[in-house]
């Protein structure tokens, strides 16, 4: 069996570790960090309905923190400009994929892990082993996206990452790996992932509604027309972003590190330590970074989930609000330079957990409310959303809204997290992955405003009623702004129809909007129109923004803030 | 002469005290009100050479308060309807106009004042005169914009509105007027516009870079091209934007009259008292709601100043917090439901100042940075500028930033100004003047992302140098948003250039930029390109908002918020 190896370097420390921990736990052992302790492995007490949680963005994002999601981002590259075809390679089952990197190439030399472990430099060689397979992927290392997050795996093996990023289990990405084969391990030294832990195994139920675009991460949204029933979406309907297997938290050993590195002071909290805090309740939407994706795809294909226009929803969120919290760790009234980060209990197989920062002045603004969130809905929230703790920054992206929280660091300095600074950015639509310089964007907080047609669908067949066809739809724009105007229009934009805003919150003051504004309108269509129908929705928020007109000029490399204007084609009968 | 009546009703009050004190001052008898002692007739002493004020909209609709803009409007709608011709009328001499209506029309009736005041009402019937002509206007008030307020004018002279507005002059005005005619005012009657104080005598002197739209009110705007010159704009080239007659106030005498409606208190402080708090500076960049409307205008005509992409300067001001002084007037921390209505010395004929409000949570906010400044650039503001006070609202369109501050007003609600209420708001491209209500529309506050190509300019021949062409221009969005990109074209969009950001702001923290990024970039221009070129720009601020991609779809009857990417066409030699 593999042997364990505690090396020199701090990442090729972290990966042994973890490799030597999964197997750890396959074998019944006790968890080697408090981490571990705190996110429990037995099965769930609490089985929620599952629900989407508003999150972060792509699973290939997610991956591309480690090798393989950069050898994924290749392989879709490649085939980006081989076939134009979506990005989705077709999936094949573990099994088969472990028999064709089991096999031994005769042809080729065996190698000792111990020599293995030398090629972890460009200057030494790149080699990785999967299976069987030892891999020299030195010329593949520098040209691509996350090349900084390849060197971790650098010098051993892959599959313990393979093991939770199931979707690189493709015929795609195998040839690609294949293809940079040197040679065979030698059989004591392959790592059995029979013996590693399945971190899937406690995954909550989800609502059948929820339309899985990953199974492993779970990453769904309902469909777009059940969105404009309820102003507050129901919690089994919310759209779902994991990034990582759902810890499974016992509420009772739940602990919350603070550290402020302003002051050099930091202390650990509980759960009850939060529900002391006053509780503050704030409805707000919450939008994936990469919602409508897929409409931007149609103009060139990306890297990512291809969402729909449902991965958005709006809540109640209740907890304690973050600026108190933050005072008594002891930030002060005025003193808003920098940052607040947030580290999940979500963890990669590096025990790196998800992370993301907000600036500390949104953080410590009162009128920003921010919360610590307990409850969503008026129930504690469910293991999808976040369960026991999750940030929740009204305005701001999905991916900065940190599920299960493990910790808060008051810092100088953003996030060093991959979602943080290499993923959720934006670009020119002329920046390509060969370009892409990820330091010369900021991260994403505040969305920009959208609206989206949910209602009629594409494709669908109307009866146009004395004239008019009923469309609704959502429209929401991030950092507090109001939702004025939505105009729709079905004649290409020769005449405009002004919605009506049906369901918006009230009173809640300038700067503080953070629900969406669900809205509707009765849109002539010309007498004895027949056939296909574009309609269009654009929405107006209080800053007088308005969305572009298509996605052609702000589509970007990650596939993020697309808000262009929603067109949907129907049949009138 | 005019006979001076006091009627019944508050408007009509104010109309016919305006007119006799108009006729008051220039038979040099003593100021009727405070505000008319406040602000000086006497020669200036201060002559600085003038520059832009960033502040309002368009004459027109500063007119609008008063009947005679109304006529204007509704002139100018007839224009476009009849012509699509751009919409200022041929202007005509003061004299010439005068002499047309000094004509008394042998085939109608002679009518006296006393008479003419019982038609103030629609049921009554709606009269005006103007020199000796009579008119019924009564089938023009009720179908066009602002006829609330033609309603003060209805059953007395014009004569005194049009002497200061004096872009009513003109042969189309003229003749809309004299096809309502229906008699004669009897000749003691009528209002001598030549006892008249002439309002325009104290105009400051202005730097000839600045190009007037209208004289008076003096509106203009440097060339755009300078504008890339300097981060921080020169007074003298920053443009001004005036409703009314510059007052010309005594800073000895100088009083701002503060009222919290909440409280019910109110005091009067001064000059010394302003500076007595401390002194703050906000480097900020302030633009016209109109800016660049004579792009929209090329989509269809609409009424109001036809600016260009100059209506916009940075510059550097200094005074006390807003803030400061409304914790003096016992505005709490916290308690900033409600709006801040301020109103400037600057007054119509019914003595009726400019206004407008800001919501208090804005002027509360510490980052807010709302000041009452007395300095721009190091230096007092200038009389063009609002000497001596001038409130600045950093992120919100220039009306709110009102001149010649001569009231504060906490309040629940909104300004009731023409400015707030009936102008500065946006509608969807399919509200005409017919269908329009102005109350359906937030007042515009924070402003929305654009950008402008400030060189080279439209018309402009060049050679390209090496393949490339060199562009600059600003970029800037309201509410504290940064801007993060810049984009632009040489080929209609198939590639982008990143722009250089060359003079951003540093260090203001996230949702605090209020000034303007300056850019340039080199823009390919294919091998041998020759002829017409368009070159396009558009940016992205922090909350990855971008430009509507054409006018078309943003047009909306007032012109403002035109923040439709950059287009310039050029020859390359």
Redo the contacts between chains.
């Keep these: 069996m593999f042997s364990c190896k505690i090396l020199l370097t701090n990442r090729r420390h972290i990966l042994q570790t973890t490799i030597c921990r999964a197997a750890s736990i396959a074998k019944g052992n006790a968890a080697i960090d408090k981490r571990a302790t705190a996110v429990q492995k037995p099965p769930m007490q609490q089985e929620h309905h599952s629900s989407g949680n508003g999150s972060f963005d792509s699973v290939l994002s997610a991956t591309a923190v480690i090798f393989g999601g950069s050898l994924l981002t290749y392989l879709i590259t490649e085939k980006i400009k081989n076939d134009s075809a979506k990005i989705y390679a077709k999936e094949v089952s573990l099994d088969e994929i472990r028999k064709a990197h089991d096999a031994v190439r005769k042809d080729l030399p065996e190698y000792t892990m111990d020599e293995i472990v030398k090629h972890n430099s460009p200057s030494s060689g790149i080699w990785v082993t999967y299976g069987v397979g030892v891999y020299d992927i030195t010329k593949f290392v520098p040209k691509h996206p996350g090349s900084d997050k390849v060197m971790l795996a650098a010098g051993g093996a892959i599959d313990p990452f393979w093991h939770i990023f199931q979707q690189h289990n493709t015929e795609e990405v195998l040839s690609l790996l294949e293809s940079f084969r040197i040679g065979n391990l030698r059989p004591d030294d392959v790592v059995g992932t029979k013996d590693l832990h399945d971190p899937w195994s406690t995954e909550p139920k989800r609502h059948p509604i929820l339309k899985p675009a990953t199974l492993k991460p779970f990453n769904a949204e309902p469909p777009a027309s059940i969105l404009v029933d309820s102003f507050v979406t129901p919690t089994q309907f919310f759209y779902v972003r994991n990034h990582l297997p759902v810890p499974d938290v016992d509420v009772k050993s739940y602990e919350l590190e603070l550290e402020n590195e302003k002051t050099g002071k930091g202390k650990t909290i509980h759960f009850k330590d939060i529900l002391n805090y006053p509780k503050h309740s704030v409805t707000a939407t919450i939008m994936c970074g990469g919602n409508r994706r897929s409409e931007m795809m149609d103009v060139k294909p990306i890297k990512g989930l291809p969402w729909g226009a449902a991965a958005v929803g709006n809540a109640e969120w209740s907890g304690a609000k973050l600026c108190d919290v933050l005072r008594d760790m002891g930030v002060r009234e005025?003193d808003?330079?920098g940052h607040v980060q947030f580290e999940g209990l979500d963890t990669d197989p590096t025990s790196t957990p998800y992370g993301a920062s907000i600036?500390l002045?949104?953080a410590m603004?009162?009128?920003g409310d921010v919360i610590l969130a307990y409850e969503m809905n008026g129930q504690p929230l469910n293991r999808d959303h976040g369960y026991p703790i999750r940030v929740i920054v009204p305005g701001v992206v999905g991916s900065r809204n940190v599920k299960w929280l493990g910790k808060i660091v008051v810092s100088r300095n953003e996030s060093t997290s991959h979602w943080q600074q290499n993923d959720y950015k934006?670009?020119?639509?002329?920046?390509d992955w060969d370009t892409v310089d990820f330091k010369t964007?900021?991260a994403?907080?505040?969305?920009?405003?959208t609206s989206a047609i949910c209602t009629p669908a594409t494709g669908e067949k109307l009866a146009g009623k004395d004239g008019f066809v009923t469309v609704k739809g959502y429209a929401w724009s991030?950092?507090g702004?109001?939702i004025?105007?939505v105009?729709v229009s079905a004649d290409g934009?020769k005449?405009?129809?002004?919605a009506k805003l049906d369901e918006t919150e009230k009173g809640t003051?300038?700067?503080?909007h953070w629900s969406w504004s669900l809205w509707s309108a009765d849109v002539p269509v010309k007498p004895g129109q027949k056939g296909a129908v574009e309609i269009l929705s654009?929405a107006?928020d209080?800053?007088?923004?308005?969305?572009?007109?298509?996605f052609?000029?702000?589509w970007n490399l990650r596939g993020?803030?697309g808000?262009a204007y929603s067109r949907v084609k129907v049949t009138i009968n």
Tied chains: 1, 2.
């Design positions: 005025g808003d330079e600036p002045a949104k603004d009162p009128r934006s670009f020119s639509p002329s920046t964007a900021p994403i907080q505040n969305m920009p405003v991030g950092g702004s109001a004025v105007r105009d934009g005449t405009w129809t002004v003051g300038p700067g503080r654009k107006v209080s800053n007088y923004n308005t969305q572009p007109e298509s052609t000029n702000i993020v803030v808000n």
